[in-house]
């Protein structure tokens, strides 16, 4: 008797994927692959337009804090602007006079030779421009050495081209200045420069009586904590002694060791400086260097920084004629912020019906109805410069990386100092970015501030 037989189970059948199937799973997988490809993407755009705008924000809000912070100090002198000595009027009034410096140097402005001046970025000369020629006798600092600005289109500059200045012409390639975008230079005595003098320890003036007038024969510098080294005046700059009533200009004979010889023949023959009236805080400063010249412009960069397409707008603060004078006038120039098209200035100036009306460069510079002018002013020509009492300032802001995914309304913006104001398109600007070499894929943002000159001198 034989036992039962155990017998394989039957073996199944095995099949593949069939060539059908494998190609929808492949076709449902790309679908799948492709949605999360262009959320991804989606979401890639919009991130990157999101960071681009904060930090399109966040620099246009420091380049207009950067501007404010010059354009307050336009005009500033020593203690203050303006309430210089009184005087009596015909009318037996006393009055404050403008207090502009009196200029007996002959050397203060050259814009043949600007190396040899101690003002920086002169654009007219003397005997040019409408402005008179070089005065034979001491006279007041006239108004447009203060501040002159300088409205551009795309070919030219009014009332004079800043090129005359050193800085560079316009154009769309790099180092170029931006087509289209205004230059500003203010100036200002700089409150950080200069020696005191008459306190303990501190610097001090030498003089003789001839005649009972007394006369100023030298000044001695001797810094005091926080004043600058004796190293920083030049044999040949000029200085500037200064009280809270008024200021003188003058060349020297010497300059050794510190002591400055008040003797020199490049000053104008006439009346020499004067000597400060007893406690009125005369303070002693190197115009060359402490005559602070401050220049704002736009020139063209390249965002990849490496001398090609994209190009974007920096800009650029020029002081004392810039980085070539860094040794003799404490120069430099540095770029504050990229991704600047456009610079536009308006100047307020109040009426004397107390009106204010915003003008523009050439309009300013023209101007010959001042009033009332410094006593002995040496010309009306640009006199209104020292009577502008507020700025208005526009810059135009771009995000630098071109974004081709951003639609057509995404590229509108709206520039109020242009004719038409509203919402366009690149293209339908007055000053088209293709024009200045910048390309239209961008965000553009406008901003805008008023600054009041708190050195204003009517």
Same mark, same amino acid.
């Given at each position: ?18 060539? %059908? ?14 949605? =999360? ?5 989606? *979401? @890639? #755009? ?46 037996? &009034? ?6 502009? $410096? ?5 050397? !203060? =402005?050259?814009?043949?030779?600007? /190396? ?21 006798? #001491? ?19 009014? $009332?004079?081209? $800043? ?27 700089? #409150? ?17 009586? @001839? ?7 030298? %000044? ?9 080294? %004796? ?15 008024? /200021?003188? =200009? ?44 401050? *220049? ?55 009426? &004397? ?5 915003? !003008? ?5 510079? #023209? ?12 010309? &009306? ?9 507020? %700025?208005?300032?526009? =810059? ?11 639609? @057509? ?29 910048? $390309? ?19």
């Amino acid at each position: 008797m034989t036992g039962p037989t155990c017998l394989p189970p039957p073996q199944q059948a095995q099949r593949g994927v069939t060539l %059908i199937e494998l190609m929808v799973a492949m076709l449902l997988g790309l679908i799948v692959a492709g949605g =999360i490809v262009t959320v991804f993407s989606s *979401t @890639s #755009s919009s991130n990157k337009a999101q960071t681009q705008l904060a930090r399109l924000q966040e620099e246009g809000r420091f380049a207009i804090g950067r501007l404010n912070n010059d354009l307050r100090m336009a005009n500033a002198l020593y203690c203050n602007n303006s309430g210089g000595s009184a005087t009596t009027s015909a009318s037996g &009034t006393m009055l404050d006079s403008i207090r502009s $410096p009196r200029v007996f140097a002959t050397n !203060l =402005i050259n814009v043949a030779h600007p /190396s040899s001046s101690a003002l920086a970025d002169i654009t007219t000369g003397w005997g040019s421009g409408g402005y008179p020629a070089a005065p034979s006798s #001491s006279y007041p600092m006239p108004a447009f050495l203060y501040m002159r600005g300088y409205d551009c289109t795309l070919t030219n500059c009014t $009332p004079a081209n $800043p090129v005359a200045a050193g800085l560079p012409a316009m154009g769309t390639a790099e180092g170029s200045r931006v087509k289209g975008a205004d230059v500003l230079t203010v100036r200002y005595v700089n #409150s950080d420069g200069g020696w005191s003098i008459g306190e303990t320890g501190g610097s001090s003036l030498a003089v003789t009586s @001839s005649g009972g007038v007394p006369i100023l024969t030298t %000044i001695t510098l001797s810094p005091l904590t926080g004043e600058p080294p %004796i190293s920083d005046f030049g044999a040949t700059d000029l200085a500037l002694l200064a009280d809270c009533s008024n /200021s003188q =200009i003058f060349a020297l004979g010497s300059v050794s060791g510190g002591v400055l010889t008040v003797a020199g023949g490049t000053n104008v023959p006439g009346t020499a400086p004067v000597v400060p009236t007893p406690q009125s805080a005369p303070r002693v400063f190197d115009v060359n260097r402490d005559f602070r010249t401050v *220049t704002y412009y736009l020139r063209v960069v390249s965002v990849n920084n490496d001398g090609h397409a994209p190009y974007t707008g920096a800009l650029m603060r020029r002081v004392n004629g810039g980085a070539g004078h860094a040794a003799d006038r404490g120069g430099s120039e540095d770029e504050l912020v990229r991704g600047v098209e456009r610079l536009d200035f308006r100047y307020g100036v109040e009426d &004397t019906n107390g009106n204010t009306s915003f !003008l523009t460069a050439s309009e300013v510079d #023209s101007a010959t109805n001042c009033a009332p002018q410094e006593q002995g002013f040496l010309t &009306t020509a640009g006199c209104l410069w020292r009577s502008v009492k507020s %700025i208005e300032v526009s =810059i135009l802001m771009d995000g630098q990386v071109p974004l081709y995914t951003l639609t @057509s309304n995404d590229l509108l913006y709206a520039y109020t100092a242009d004719a038409n104001p509203g919402l366009l398109a690149p293209g339908a600007h007055a000053i088209k970015p293709s024009d200045q070499g910048f $390309p239209d894929q961008l965000l553009r943002r406008e901003f805008t501030s008023l600054v009041a000159v708190r050195n204003f001198n009517p």
